[in-house]
């Protein structure tokens, strides 16, 4: 885009490495939006949030933007994603409006 900025970001070892996560927990309050990353494996007998991401609504819907635009061109070059049939679950989330895993 023509008015996009270039900058240089660091990425420290120890963040490059990653983390897996298979489930995501989604809130929301009227300025922030978070998001628990957690991983459910097998015996083990609850998830565990390995990273939480705390974002302004703003910030959120740019990462929803960018990740719709990458998920299109991912499916352009190697095909449709499924999801096999597996049901969106939705549950309230303490004091914070609501949320949504994935």
Do not use: C, W
């Not at 959120?60 to 449709?80: C, H, I, P, T, V």
């Amino acid at each position: 885009m023509a008015n996009e900025k270039e900058f240089s970001i660091e990425l420290k070892q120890d963040v490059a490495k990653g983390s897996y996560s298979n489930l995501a927990i989604i809130t929301h309050s009227h300025s922030e939006f978070i998001i628990d990353f957690a991983t459910m494996l097998p015996g083990l007998p609850k998830p565990e949030v390995g990273n939480r991401i705390i974002m302004t609504p703003e910030h959120a819907k740019r990462l929803y933007m960018a990740l719709q635009d990458n998920l299109n061109k991912y499916e352009s070059q190697f095909g449709q994603i499924s999801l096999g049939g597996e049901p969106k679950a939705t549950f309230p989330m303490g004091g914070f409006g609501g949320g949504a895993k994935s």
